[in-house]
């Protein structure tokens, strides 16, 4: 499809569960990044892959977050154990290409995933 | 490492009034630069980006940004305020291995 696509829109989980949340990219991108913004404030890098390969780990806290992109499946965003900070919206965003290849590549995104812990 | 700065967390302006949003960038080597526009409860869409072909670049819904290398701006402007225009705004800067690097946003207000 030629939209990036998230589910859920909306998820609550108590304190100290499980999220879970998907991301589907537009057919033929092959980098997709994970963004999260808390309190519609700046935007915050997790992650992104170059296909089923992790590329940029570097936003992504090192406990309780993992991800995942494999093939012919959504990429994946879970957290376990959620705590209270976690609350966010999660974005999903995809680009076909390098940017070193043909300049800025854009990178279109996902209407978001909003989580919400209790 | 690249970051990029937006000058005033909130703008308000009257509808058919000039809107103008600031960024101020920092980079070590030439940036691509993107502004980002963000409806309640939608993702971010793509106004315009700038990629070193020209200086002043347009966007849609009537929205221009001008690259200033001197100033290390790319303030974000339109001539005439719509109501529609009501939003929150990102600028962005292109880190390496194509990482984006937002602002912390700035929200439009339409007065009528």
């Known amino acids: 499809g030629e939209e990036v696509a998230q589910t859920p829109k909306h998820l609550v989980r108590g304190e100290g569960q499980k999220a879970k949340l998907y991301c589907a990219p537009i057919?033929?991108?092959?980098?997709v990044f994970w963004y999260q913004q808390v309190l519609k404030n700046e935007f915050k890098f997790l992650i992104s892959?170059?296909?089923?390969?992790?590329?940029?780990e570097t936003g992504m806290p090192k406990e309780r977050f993992s991800a995942k992109c494999l093939p012919n499946s959504p990429c994946s965003l879970e957290i376990q154990a959620t705590k209270l900070e976690d609350s966010a919206v999660y974005f999903c965003?995809?680009?076909?290409?390098?940017?070193?290849?043909?300049?800025?590549?854009?990178?279109?995104f996902g209407a978001g995933s909003r989580l919400t812990v209790l | 490492a690249q970051s990029v700065t937006q000058l005033g967390s909130h703008v308000s302006v009257s509808e058919g009034a000039l809107v103008l949003l600031r960024c101020n960038y920092s980079?070590?080597?030439?940036?691509?630069l993107f502004w980002y526009v963000q409806y309640p409860n939608q993702g971010l869409q793509l106004l315009l980006k700038?990629?070193?072909?020209?200086?002043l670049v347009k966007g849609i819904n009537g929205f221009e940004a001008e690259f200033k290398k001197s100033e290390t701006s790319f303030h974000l402007t339109k001539p005439s305020a719509h109501m529609s225009d009501a939003a929150e705004y990102f600028c962005?800067?292109?880190?390496?291995?194509?990482?984006?690097?937002f602002g912390q946003g700035t929200r439009l207000t339409i007065n009528p």
């Open positions: 892959f170059q296909n089923e390969n992790v590329f940029d």
């Open positions: 965003a995809s680009t076909p290409r390098r940017q070193a290849d043909s300049g800025a590549n854009v990178l279109t």
């Open positions: 057919k033929g991108h092959s980098y």
């Open positions: 700038y990629t070193s072909a020209a200086t």
């Open positions: 962005a800067v292109s880190q390496g291995a194509q990482k984006l690097v």
């Open positions: 980079s070590s080597v030439p940036p691509y």
